[in-house]
């Protein structure tokens, strides 16, 4: 029996797939339509022209791995561009931030704009966007204008991406039919975020011979992206329907100051009433934008689709999952070169044990997906999440890489086993095949979740640390309020707020400081263990909203969604 909240094409495991109905559309059926096609969506090829599946695939995956190498490869590539420049550090801050902060402000509206002209279209003026502004990044000119250039192009590095990726993840949805679009979106998934934990490492490489050089990086694999493209044949489906230009605003509006808000915590501070001025204004223009939206004619997102319960659990799951998945590449990486005195490029092969249990798991996340619907899925990966980040939290005091590195794994194998089918299982749910309508709504999820952690486990981390330095100086004698001035700076300093690491004059506290830098390198590192703990505790809680999936599974596209293409 189908849930109350579901959409044709749902059906309970084990069921048989609900009946479409012969011709029910084809009485209206313009010229050129497929039986099914809604009337407002008509693909812009002859049925000669069928994409290419794996071409296309591996396009979208070109096209989509800049966007994710560039939300960690700049932040390696900072000292060298403050030196270089000659930045201050808050305005560095700004320059990874603008790109964090435009791409969640404006991924709803990519993904809007991508069903509207059509999702090649719009993914090819996103990759040229973001392959434009990359290579302006790295032409940034000397001298005073140098920060605010980068700050403005790195801006537009975020809507570059904001428009490709709900584009290019729209693409793959509707060239892949229902019954492999699970094991095709784990592939996707899987690889497009294992570059993530792969920009430290090019980063690093790439830093040796020119910082300028991680913005060029982007040139040449946007240029096979786009001929990847051509070759495919990819279509371009478009619906004829106006924008929500109001709409539109209003999410960007709230998202941005939400997320700025979240963003500069660290800085401002959590006392500061800028910062609650930012998130309760954000979160305000949000609840205007989704009272606004329910009552528009068209709106920039169909609301309703949170009416189907299984969607609604999907984006809490990838909520709680991506508390703990973006910021696990900050935190392991600051982690590795304080606590485990690693380099930079070995803090990045760190990483690739997290990344090697998620490139597996997401695979068989997709089998079960394909296979038994995204149930099992969420629950299995959510509960080995909660487990492997548990056990990994445990062993972060042992400041031994070997002793932790099996429960890296297992971490990362419980958000592989689990984000891929919660994201197709969201978008195979779309309102009249409005996959980029729905991929804007599960990536907007996924970044304001990782704005959140960040900001949330950062403050926990620079919180926890202080006060187990203030323990350790004031165990070496050092007076407590001097203590917590000492301790305040240093654990700003190695949570990459500020400079330097520890105090480099000859005074008593200094001595001292220096002297208890192997206590404090533990300190971090109990201090990171609460933060992970947390990681488990978001993972616990996805695995509590997975029990309220239905279990239903999408056998088939809406009745108003347009055939998939033959392969």
């Known amino acids: 029996m189908r849930d109350k909240g579901d959409f044709p094409g749902s059906s309970s495991p084990g069921s048989d797939p609900p009946d479409s109905g012969p011709g ?37 995956l070109f096209a989509v791995s800049m966007t994710f190498i560039d939300q960690t490869i700049v932040v390696i590539a900072a000292p060298e561009i403050i030196h270089e420049l000659g930045l201050s550090a808050s305005g560095m801050q700004w320059v990874i931030n603008a790109y964090l902060l435009t791409l969640a402000a404006f991924f709803a509206l990519g993904g809007r704009l991508s069903d509207l002209f059509g999702h090649r279209r719009v993914m090819v003026i996103g990759t040229l966007v973001f392959v434009v502004s990359s290579v302006l990044c790295g032409v940034v000119p000397h001298g005073g204008f140098a920060q605010s250039w980068l700050i403005i192009f790195r801006a537009f590095q975020g809507l570059g991406a904001a428009l490709m990726f709900p584009a290019a993840l729209a693409v793959v949805i509707a060239v892949f039919p229902v019954s492999r679009r699970g094991r095709a979106l784990a592939l996707f998934f899987g690889l497009s975020g294992a570059l993530t934990g792969i920009g430290p490492l090019l980063g690093g490489w790439l830093t040796e011979w020119t910082w300028r050089a991680i913005f060029w990086v982007n040139v040449p694999v946007a240029a096979v992206a786009l001929v990847l493209t051509a070759m495919a044949k990819v279509p371009n489906t478009a619906r004829r329907e106006r924008l929500d230009v109001r709409g539109a605003v209003m999410v960007a509006a ?30 305000a ?37 991506m508390l703990a998945f973006v910021p696990v590449f900050f935190f392991v990486s600051v982690y590795a070169q304080v606590s485990l005195n690693s380099s930079a490029n070995e803090a990045a092969l760190f990483l690739l044990y997290f990344f090697i249990g998620f490139a597996i798991a997401s695979q068989l996340g997709g089998r079960i997906l394909d296979k ?21 939290a445990g ?29 197709t299982d969201a978008v195979n749910r779309a309102i009249g095949a409005s996959y980029g309508e729905v991929t804007g709504i599960t990536q907007t999820v996924r970044n304001f979740a990782a704005s959140v952690g960040l900001a949330v486990f950062g403050t926990v981390l620079t919180h926890v640390t202080t006060d187990k330095v203030i323990g350790t100086l004031t165990a070496k004698g050092v007076p407590k309020a001097q203590a ?14 500020t400079g330097a690491r520890q105090p480099t004059g000859s005074g008593a506290v200094a001595r001292a400081t220096r002297e208890a830098m192997n206590a404090i390198r533990t300190d971090f590192a109990e201090a990171n263990r609460v933060v992970f703990y947390g990681m488990a505790a978001a993972l616990a809680l996805a695995f509590v909203c997975s029990l309220f999936h239905p279990g239903t599974r999408v056998t088939q596209p809406p009745a108003d969604a347009p055939a998939e293409p033959r392969t």
């Not at 899925?377 to 056990?391: E, I, T």
């Not at 917590?484 to 707020?497: F, K, L, N, P, R």
């Open 254 to 283: 709230g998202m941005g100051l939400t997320v700025l808000g979240l963003q500069q915590a660290s800085t401002w501070g959590w006392d500061s009433a800028a910062t609650w001025a930012c998130i309760v204004v954000g979160l």
């Open 484 to 497: 917590h001035d000492v301790a305040h700076g240093v654990a700003e300093a190695i949570t990459g707020s």
């Open 24 to 60: 029910g559309s084809a009485r209206n059926q313009r010229p050129g339509q497929t039986p099914g096609q809604a009337p407002d969506e008509l693909p812009d090829r002859a049925p000669d022209r069928a994409p290419k599946q794996a071409l296309t695939l591996a396009a979208m």
């Open 285 to 321: 223009v949000l609840t205007l934008f989704c009272v606004y939206e329910l009552r528009v004619e068209v709106p920039l997102i169909k609301l309703r689709v949170f009416r189907d319960r299984a969607f609604a659990v999907d984006m809490a799951v990838l909520f709680f999952a």
């Open 395 to 423: 062993k972060m005091t042992d400041l031994s890489m070997s002793a932790q590195w099996p429960y890296a794994a297992l971490a990362g194998a419980g958000i592989g086993f689990l984000l891929s089918p919660a994201s």
């Open 372 to 392: 038994r619907g995204a149930r099992p899925a969420l629950r299995l990966g959510s509960l080995v999440g909660a487990v492997g980040f548990a056990l990994w």
